[in-house]
């Protein structure tokens, strides 16, 4: 089965004794649950938390990619003057 969540494509699986879903543009987006219900709002719930981790870690990257160039300017700045 699929389902559009959040605007990504969900891939819902029924097993004998539970539900799974995953979202094969966010691999790391898997969840279990034994309704179909609660699948759908774990994945919700999973695919957020994914998305905020990754401004997160590309917050941090910039703020680290900036204090670089900043220093590396200062250096330059300092061997012309």
Do not use: F
Not at 10 to 23: F, T
Not at 35 to 40: A, D, G, H, K, Q
């Amino acid at each position: 089965m699929h389902a559009c969540i959040q605007g990504y494509d969900v891939i819902l699986e029924k097993g004998p004794a539970s539900w799974g879903a995953y979202v094969p543009e966010l691999p790391v987006c898997v969840v279990v649950a034994d309704t179909r219900e609660e699948v759908e709002g774990d994945i919700a719930k999973a695919i957020t938390m994914h998305l905020e981790g990754l401004r997160e870690d590309e917050q941090e990257r910039d703020a680290v990619l900036r204090k670089r160039s900043d220093d590396l300017l200062t250096r330059v700045a300092r061997h012309a003057g």
